[in-house]
């Protein structure tokens, strides 16, 4: 397996992208709009289909044929290049659409700065097409040549299936974990049910089959069931199949029958009340359906029977499981340790060589507690008594190591492969993150909508698909949450997403001196650290013109960004610019040239600047109509221009922590906005054109101590999911608008604010009844003039708040209406924190909640009273 044969791989799963965007109603219209010649892009098609039809064949050739890996090599590029040419063809029909071109003026110079996409040249577009279409048929020409085959199906990797048979005494640090899980199969009652399905769930190589195995042998498990059988399912979930396994192993006979029905009959048989325990190895199946069929015959068993099924995918064991999922850790360092002497060293005497048990340990670091990966690489070493070889394996990049040790770390190869062509492309690009690097998941879903990989489904907003592909490959433990919220890849999943998007990918790491190849796309340089690029040689890249993907945090000395940054101009097509700590080059010249230069980059989808100090963006970044990113966060930006409401594909605008105090109306024509973000910033009104923006599913207003009012027609925004306001007392509103109650897909509401007169009431806190919390306060409770109101806001309906601030402003004219109040704002039981602030008497001797004080004041964690 080579880099670029997994390069191949992806361009499958680009191929569709280019022919989604070559089908979409905006770029046929622009086509018969300006009178190209529409059979160049049918003949593009269909040579990118004549393409696609040998890449399989081409990406398994490869391997031992160098010709056909240059080959596809040279039809990446090309269809690259396709993608490049339908995203301008894309962008002029958004010009036109946003700037009301019609028909009889397509011949109209554009009024802004010149840049190569300035103008739309009918001439030079169709030159560019007709040339991609010679290369195109110069490399199909090659494909009879190189002997490819259309139609052939890509076959997994072989691997040797797992039996349930163990060496006990090699098995490090897994004794609680084979405890824990022994507890649950040697009770006999677990959550109520009859039949117990147990799943082990971990990364691929982290030792569920061993666990398993260890659990299978065991004395207590041996004594305690009648019958017990091993399956190991593998990714080819066959039920007649693997029920044959089943029985087989029960009878210790091969059972000749192809009747399933005859099959599930004979095994119901052998289970009619009987304890057994079975266990299904390395399961991959998500369709429920089948496994409804496999399990069918289980169901006769005798109650207290248990069924413990390894796999990778937390998706899987939702599905089969009917107690809590295992989830199994990696191993400690000295575990980790003790397997790598019992494979690495062999006869040797570990004590006699101190410079391998040095190297030996940094290798083992090196495998992040993950055991297959130790004993793989422990194996390679296997009594090998020179240094440089074990300093070797080190220092390089495991998927870069030789055919046979490639071969040993199949089991994370196979997380890659049977992902879904979508999944592919999104893991793939997770290489821009350094190893030991921490994200977060709304961070990358952006990265992923300015480069395109999310696909649109009807009824869902990008960041929804987004979302749903996060949490798949998440499920699938390629990813790993953290308790902040944060996530990151183990260091060989990392080693794989590098190893899958080949040459494509580059990151900058410390002292490094050059770009590594002319074919990078994607370029980061993202440490934690600042770090020191020392004679970056960048006049390739900018040459080539291909890169994409532009990521720069906090690279000292600053002048080299910089530089870089001024050449963004050469970068045409680049989509996704990012940058990070530049504050201190705020209203340089160099700067403002860097500005107006990204207003060259019409493709560019997602702008992020962070810490880089800009007061001002020029009226020529909003000619960027496929901007749906803009993030201006922290200090500089004091004013947005009136022209911001071209930006009609804007999905996510973030300025917080920005010293903006004033929003342009104009942004209200922004149509398709549903994440906006004004956190710490001078704001005082919101204008009431944001109210026009009905794709809305966000709005942060954290901190924004000068805001005194929210629109009254926000209330039309039926599609906000979260208002996001600080629940302490930097809260600066005097009151929410009224009839807050029309939001009914409210999930986040940290802030209510009871209004005067006119204002809102507290019962409409009743009808927003999706509120997630935790957290909420509710202010100008001396606004209530009844108590029947208090009632009505049903806060002990909303389970899932367990902080609630309660304040009273000023004097209260009538104590008995306020002990009322109190009162009738029992919140639910699951409570933890209650604050109140001005409640005039002393809160423990009023409150008069049943399931609370005082018969049970344990019940709460904190219980604070501000008095007045």
């Known amino acids: 397996m080579a880099a670029e044969v997994v390069g191949g791989a992806l361009l499958s799963a680009f191929l569709q992208v280019v022919f989604d965007k070559m089908d979409s109603k905006d770029v046929l219209n622009i086509i018969r709009r300006k009178k190209l010649n529409n059979r160049l892009l049918e003949k593009l098609n269909i040579k990118l289909l004549s393409a696609e039809s040998v890449l399989n064949d081409a990406e398994e050739k490869q391997i031992k044929n160098q010709t056909v890996r240059k080959w596809l090599a040279k039809l990446e590029e090309v269809i690259y290049d396709a993608d490049n040419l339908v995203d301008e063809i894309n962008t002029e029909a958004l010009r036109c659409e946003i700037e009301g071109e019609s028909e009889n003026t397509s011949q109209?110079?554009?009024?802004?700065?010149?840049?190569?996409?300035?103008?739309?040249?009918?001439?030079?577009?169709?030159?560019?097409?007709e040339e991609i279409l010679d290369r195109l048929d110069f490399i199909l020409q090659q494909k009879d040549f190189l002997g490819l085959k259309v139609g052939v199906q890509n076959k997994p990797p072989r691997r040797t299936p797992a039996t349930s048979v163990v060496e006990e005494s090699a098995v490090y640090g897994r004794n609680d974990d084979k405890n824990a899980i022994l507890d649950l199969l040697l009770s006999d009652e677990v959550g109520g049910n009859k039949i117990s399905v147990i799943p082990i769930v971990g990364m691929g190589g982290i030792g569920k089959t061993t666990l398993a195995q260890l659990i299978y042998n065991s004395d207590d498990v041996m004594n305690h069931f009648e019958i017990k059988a091993w399956a190991c399912v593998s990714d080819d979930f066959d039920v007649f199949r693997t029920t044959k396994m089943i029985f087989d192993s029960?009878?210790?006979?091969?059972?000749?029958?192809?009747?399933?029905?005859?099959?599930?009959?004979?095994?119901?048989?052998?289970?009619?009340?009987?304890?057994?325990?079975?266990?299904?190895?390395?399961?991959?199946?998500?369709?429920?359906?089948?496994?409804?069929?496999?399990?069918?015959?289980?169901?006769?068993?005798?109650?207290?029977?248990?069924?413990?099924?390894?796999?990778?995918?937390?998706?899987?064991?939702?599905?089969?499981?009917?107690?809590?999922?295992?989830?199994?850790?990696?191993?400690?360092?000295?575990?980790?340790?003790?397997?790598?002497?019992?494979?690495?060293?062999?006869?040797?005497?570990?004590?006699?060589?101190?410079?391998?048990?040095?190297?030996?340990?940094k290798i083992v670091r090196k495998c992040q507690g993950l055991p297959l990966a130790v004993k793989c690489l422990g194996g390679l070493l296997?009594?090998?008594?020179?240094?440089?070889?074990?300093?070797?394996?080190?220092?390089?990049?495991?998927?870069?190591?030789?055919q046979k040790e490639l071969d040993i770390l199949l089991s994370l190869w196979l997380s890659y492969y049977y992902l879904p062509q979508h999944l592919k492309r999104c893991f793939a690009y997770c290489s821009i993150f350094p190893k030991d690097y921490f994200f977060e998941k709304e961070y990358l879903i952006l990265l992923w909508m300015g480069e395109n990989l999310l696909e649109p489904l009807k009824n869902k907003t990008a960041e929804e698909v987004g979302e749903e592909y996060f949490n798949d490959l998440l499920s699938r433990s390629l990813f790993q949450g953290t308790e902040e919220g944060l996530f990151t890849l183990h260091d060989?999943?990392?080693?794989?997403?590098?190893?899958?998007?080949?040459d494509s990918c580059f990151r900058l790491d410390n002292n490094v001196s050059e770009v590594a190849r002319k074919s990078t796309r994607h370029l980061s340089g993202l440490q934690y650290e600042p770090h020191y690029i020392k004679n970056l040689n960048f006049e390739d890249l900018c040459n080539k013109k291909i890169l994409r993907t532009?990521?720069?945090?906090?690279?000292?000395?600053?002048?080299?960004?910089?530089?870089?940054?001024?050449?963004?101009?050469?970068?045409?097509?680049?989509?996704?610019?990012?940058?990070?700590?530049?504050?201190?080059?705020?209203?340089?010249?160099?700067?403002?040239?860097?500005?107006?230069?990204?207003?060259?980059?019409?493709?560019?989808?997602?702008?992020?600047?962070?810490?880089?100090?800009?007061?001002?963006?020029?009226?020529?970044?909003?000619?960027?109509?496929?901007?749906?990113?803009?993030?201006?966060?922290?200090?500089?930006?004091?004013?947005?221009?009136?022209?911001?409401?071209?930006?009609?594909?804007?999905?996510?605008?973030?300025?917080?922590?920005?010293?903006?105090?004033?929003?342009?109306?104009?942004?209200?024509n922004l149509e398709h906005l549903s994440h906006l973000d004004l956190s710490s910033t001078r704001i005082?009104?919101?204008?009431?054109?944001?109210?026009?923006?009905?794709?809305?599913?966000?709005?942060?207003?954290?901190?924004?101590?000068?805001?005194?009012?929210?629109?009254?027609?926000?209330?039309?925004?039926?599609?906000?999911?979260?208002l996001g306001m600080s629940d302490t007392e930097w809260t600066a509103l005097e009151e929410m608008p009224p009839q807050m109650c029309k939001l009914k897909n409210l999930q986040t509401l940290e802030a209510f604010v009871v209004g005067k007169d006119s204002?809102?009431?507290?019962?409409?806190?009743?009808?927003?009844?999706?509120?997630?919390?935790?957290?909420?306060?509710?202010?100008?409770?001396?606004?209530?003039?009844?108590?029947?109101?208090?009632?009505?806001a049903k806060l002990e309906d909303k389970k899932r708040i367990i902080r609630l601030r309660l304040g009273w402003e000023g004097d209260s004219d009538d104590s008995q209406l306020a002990r009322e109040v109190l009162d009738r704002l029992q919140p639910h039981t699951n409570l933890e924190e209650l604050f109140i602030r001005g409640y005039g008497e002393t809160v423990v001797g009023c409150l008069h909640w049943d399931s609370y004080l005082p018969w049970n004041p344990s019940r709460l964690l904190d219980l604070i009273c501000w008095r007045r």
């Open 108 to 129: 109209q110079v554009l009024k802004f700065i010149s840049t190569p996409f300035t103008a739309f040249n009918k001439r030079d577009v169709e030159s560019k097409m």
């Open 250 to 361: 029960i009878t210790s006979q091969t059972c000749n029958t192809t009747d399933f029905n005859q099959l599930q009959e004979n095994l119901k048989q052998k289970l009619v009340k009987k304890k057994f325990l079975f266990v299904l190895d390395d399961v991959w199946n998500e369709n429920y359906i089948e496994w409804d069929k496999l399990k069918s015959p289980f169901e006769f068993g005798a109650c207290g029977s248990k069924i413990i099924v390894t796999t990778r995918s937390d998706r899987v064991a939702n599905m089969v499981r009917n107690v809590p999922s295992y989830t199994l850790k990696q191993m400690s360092e000295n575990d980790c340790w003790s397997l790598f002497v019992k494979h690495a060293f062999g006869n040797i005497e570990p004590g006699a060589h101190p410079d391998l048990v040095d190297i030996g340990r």
């Open 382 to 402: 296997r009594n090998e008594e020179n240094p440089q070889v074990s300093e070797r394996i080190l220092k390089n990049d495991i998927w870069e190591s030789s």
């Open 492 to 502: 060989l999943v990392n080693d794989l997403a590098m190893f899958v998007s080949g």
């Open 550 to 668: 532009l990521i720069l945090k906090d690279i000292y000395p600053s002048g080299y960004v910089i530089d870089i940054l001024e050449k963004l101009q050469s970068m045409q097509y680049l989509r996704v610019l990012d940058v990070c700590g530049l504050d201190h080059m705020m209203e340089s010249p160099r700067m403002t040239k860097v500005l107006n230069s990204i207003a060259s980059l019409k493709l560019l989808r997602h702008l992020r600047f962070v810490c880089v100090g800009i007061e001002e963006i020029p009226d020529s970044i909003c000619t960027l109509y496929n901007l749906q990113t803009l993030i201006l966060r922290y200090r500089g930006i004091t004013r947005l221009p009136d022209s911001i409401g071209n930006l009609k594909h804007l999905r996510y605008l973030d300025l917080s922590w920005s010293p903006i105090n004033k929003i342009p109306d104009s942004i209200g």
């Open 684 to 722: 005082e009104n919101i204008p009431d054109t944001v109210c026009n923006l009905h794709e809305l599913h966000t709005m942060n207003l954290y901190s924004c101590t000068n805001l005194k009012r929210l629109p009254n027609s926000i209330t039309t925004l039926i599609n906000l999911r979260h």
């Open 759 to 792: 204002g809102s009431n507290i019962k409409e806190l009743g009808e927003l009844q999706h509120l997630q919390g935790p957290d909420l306060l509710i202010k100008g409770l001396e606004n209530i003039i009844n108590e029947e109101d208090a009632s009505g």
